[in-house]
């Protein structure tokens, strides 16, 4: 009996591949989101902080100090939400990605499974045309003895 070898089995691993990397792809940008998520988190806690100590402050030359450093901040905090929304389309982008490989992935896999499943038919069929030779020619032998 002849062992079953997918015709596409390169094309099935490369797919495979491709999902991988895209999986792989996906977890990085996640990290990268999260991580710029977190230091969006700081500036504004930081903020918060700063708009809390000026309430207290009575000094002008201090107010005005946290007043130009609260404008850096509050700039810094408008970049950084650019940056988040950025990270969260190449986030997208990347899920788009993966859910195309995987689409591809399982159509191979579907692709695989009926190939397979035809070899099976077609070496049941070739199993039974011996069977039904072989009961041939012993009924052929047992009629001539």
């Known amino acids: 009996m002849i062992l079953y070898n997918f015709s596409l089995q390169n094309v099935l691993d490369w797919r495979n591949d491709q ?31 700063l708009k809390e100590k000026a309430a207290l402050t009575r000094k002008v030359d201090l107010m005005r100090q946290q007043d130009l450093y609260k404008e850096v901040l509050d700039e810094k905090i408008i970049q950084q939400k650019l940056i988040v929304e ?49 009961s041939t020619i012993t009924f052929g032998r047992e009629a001539y003895q």
């Open 19 to 49: 999902e991988n990397e895209a999986k792989l792809n996906l977890t990085q940008i996640k990290n990268n989101l999260n991580k710029e998520e977190n230091y969006l988190q700081q500036l504004i806690y930081e903020n918060v902080q």
């Open 86 to 134: 950025q990270k969260m389309n190449e986030m997208k982008k990347a899920e788009e990605a993966l859910l195309s490989a995987h689409k591809d992935k399982k159509v191979m896999e579907k692709l695989k499974e009926k190939e397979y499943e035809t070899y099976m038919e077609t070496l049941q069929i070739e199993e039974q045309k011996q069977i039904d030779e072989f």
